[in-house]
């Protein structure tokens, strides 16, 4: 059976072959643990951290030991979020997030608040973005983290990580930014965008499940996390567990491939998205979430009036592969936050679908989706005029 075109990017990404290859050697043969300095094996296993965390660090203008590994961005959220609450707690107990962001930053801000922190939940203007004006009202003397994320992995809407890194730093409270979905597709910068704190994966980018980072600011200022797990003190006392080498081989080179490609990857992916985008306009009341111009290349996420959700999504499925929203939530019937959070009704946020165009998406596949799903959504509704008629 002949598999649908995959264009559920934002959810996860095919490793890259390149970045398998760079991997395989530390599986069988350069397989020592970073930790046994005693040894060649581990010599071998200690420089190739030592070089990826080099490789990852430059990508964002960060130094190398500013580079702290995890299974990922999830872990990485709950370091920051929690590990700051925890040490700067005695400063104040109060945090900023945002209601769109993902439910590795809601939850662990919601833990908080069981605990007795108060977290300040921004709302999101129509297009997607916080209102700045509001950011920085909501700023307290005890307000210690703000918790903003750079891409959102439901619409693709880019916040303004240079205006909000300057409105923390100004009021001297630590800016911590989730960049899984913006690594490696638009430029980073923590020291221009004054970001404290940064989450990032791999297997967003081309590269393995299972390893992300956080970047941990050091000087100006120097960043106290109190660490999440406790064992064997590596990654600077502050996340322990034997470092996985293969991984983290992998994730630099997926970076490394990532920026190399990107002026020339996110071109391509701007003209298929807008192919994509141009065909299903054809479509009364259809809309398009999110800011038109401040989203990632290949994002497109589409809300259909007058149709049935899990319809929608049943009817394009065996032709290709999307989800309607978060693919941490995917199997739930809620409607997405993100997409109540722009204003749409629950039906409509059901009857939406996230596609998401990737590196090795093509133009024919994309008028292959286009034609199937037109096909579909005017199929449903004539079917439900059809009800209603009858």
Request: net charge neutral.
């Amino acid at each position: 059976m002949q598999k649908p075109i995959y264009l559920d990017n934002f959810a996860t990404t095919p490793t890259d072959r390149r970045v398998v290859e760079a991997m395989l050697p530390y599986f069988t043969e350069q397989f020592g643990n970073p930790s046994s300095v005693a040894h060649a094996y581990g010599w071998e296993a200690e420089a190739a951290v030592k070089k990826s965390r080099q490789t990852i660090a430059a990508a964002i203008n960060a130094a190398p030991e500013e580079i702290i590994f995890t299974s990922g961005a999830t872990e990485a959220d709950n370091l920051a979020i929690k590990g700051v609450a925890e040490a700067y707690f005695s400063k104040g107990k109060h945090l900023i997030s945002c209601v769109s962001e993902h439910s590795a930053v809601l939850d662990p801000c919601k833990y908080l608040q069981s605990l007795g922190f108060e977290i300040t939940f921004l709302p999101v203007q129509q297009d997607g973005l916080i209102d700045l004006e509001l950011l920085l009202r909501s700023i307290r003397p005890e307000t210690i983290l703000i918790s903003v994320m750079a891409a959102n992995n439901e619409i693709g809407v880019l916040q303004n990580l240079n205006e909000i890194g300057a409105i923390a730093r100004q009021h001297q409270v630590l800016f911590h930014t989730d960049a899984a979905q913006a690594i490696g597709k638009i430029p980073l910068d923590v020291a221009s965008m004054k970001i404290d704190l940064m989450s990032l994966t791999a297997h967003k980018i081309y590269g393995p499940k299972g390893i992300g980072a956080l970047y941990v600011r050091k000087r100006d200022p120097r960043v106290r996390l109190a660490p999440q797990l406790h064992g064997g003190g590596q990654e600077q006392q502050l996340r322990s567990g034997t470092l996985y080498t293969p991984q983290i081989v992998g994730f630099a080179k997926a970076i490394e491939l990532a920026l190399g490609e990107m002026e020339s990857e996110s071109k391509r992916a701007i003209g298929l998205r807008q192919m994509l985008q141009n065909k299903l306009s054809q479509l009364e009341n259809i809309y398009f979430n999110g800011h038109p111009e401040l989203r990632l290349p290949g994002s497109l996420s589409v809300s259909v009036a007058g149709v049935d959700g899990a319809a929608l999504l049943l009817g394009v499925r065996s032709t290709v592969a999307v989800s309607s929203g978060s693919a941490c939530a995917s199997s739930s019937i809620k409607p997405s936050h993100v997409l109540t959070a722009l204003g749409h009704s629950p039906e409509l946020a059901r009857a939406s679908i996230r596609f998401g165009i990737g590196r090795f998406n093509t133009a024919a596949e994309i008028e292959r989706v286009a034609k199937t799903t037109i096909a579909v959504i005017e199929s449903l509704r004539s079917a439900k005029a059809t009800a209603v008629n009858f």
